[in-house]
């Protein structure tokens, strides 16, 4: 099959659920479920649905649970409005967006305080040595006219001796 075609059947199975859940199930174990994505597999047998839920640890077990329970009823709904020869399983899967998301925000937060002790260390640092090291070469002109100078020099010593 079509990656286009799995694309489309995949869009068309996370509208229809996020329908249905949007009425509402019967279930009151059932919280605030957000379909974030729907796989199918190439012979469009199989459909992962990912979701998340609002909510803490409890609420978010109870979803599953309600989820799996209403799989069959969300199944023949699916079948029902897909008008294909074969409807394909339904299985939900918890997104694990927020949790990885949270954990990408303690790093970069990390991140930002290890960049200011940093900056704070090098505002107040110094060169071990020079402040510049490496030796430049001399201009042309600059060379004639020291030249010029200490030759200057040595003639008013003379004179004033």
Do not use: C, W
């Amino acid at each position: 099959m079509s990656s286009e075609r799995q694309a489309r059947m995949a869009d068309r199975i996370r509208v229809l659920i996020a329908r249905r859940l949007e009425k509402g199930l019967r279930d009151p174990r059932l919280g605030f479920v957000t379909i974030t994505d729907v796989r199918v597999t190439g012979d469009l047998q199989h459909a992962s649905v990912f979701y998340t839920v609002l909510g803490s640890e409890a609420e978010r077990r109870d979803s599953a649970e309600a989820l799996r329970a209403a799989t069959g009823m969300l199944r023949s709904e699916v079948g029902r409005q897909l008008s294909v020869r074969l409807t394909p399983t339904l299985e939900f899967i918890a997104d694990g967006i927020p949790e990885n998301a949270g954990h990408i925000e303690d790093l970069l937060r990390e991140a930002r305080e290890r960049d200011a002790a940093v900056a704070g260390l090098a505002s107040g640092a110094v060169y071990a040595g020079d402040p510049d090291p490496y030796v430049k070469p001399r201009e042309f002109d600059e060379v004639e006219s020291e030249e010029a100078e200490s030759e200057e020099a040595e003639s008013e010593e003379a004179e004033t001796e």
